[in-house]
């Protein structure tokens, strides 16, 4: 899942250095999505120093689910 328009509005008036808690705390106050929330929440526990960081991780995440092996499902005898 990609960034919606409002959480890269989110990040771009967000204040750096900011944690994971940071980053959450503000966007419940600011109002931002249930989506938005749960993609900032995947995120790892760190400081983020910019915007492009956590976009950065938020592109390499969407890369990973694309490219991730289907999961088996079980076929019919």
């Known amino acids: 899942?990609?960034?919606?328009?409002?959480?890269?509005?989110?990040?771009t008036t967000m204040?750096?250095?900011a944690t994971k808690d940071d980053l959450?705390?503000?966007a419940r106050r600011d109002g931002l999505g249930a989506d938005?929330?749960?993609?900032?929440a995947d995120l790892p526990e760190q400081s983020y120093?910019?915007?492009?960081?956590?976009?950065?991780r938020l592109a390499r995440r969407s890369l990973a689910d694309a490219f991730a092996p289907a999961s088996?499902?079980?076929?019919?005898a």
């Open 24 to 26: 959450l705390r503000e």
């Open 36 to 40: 938005d929330r749960a993609l900032l």
């Open 1 to 11: 899942m990609s960034p919606s328009p409002a959480l890269d509005r989110f990040l």
């Open 49 to 56: 120093s910019a915007a492009w960081h956590i976009r950065y």
């Open 72 to 76: 088996a499902s079980p076929v019919a």
């Open 15 to 17: 204040e750096y250095p």
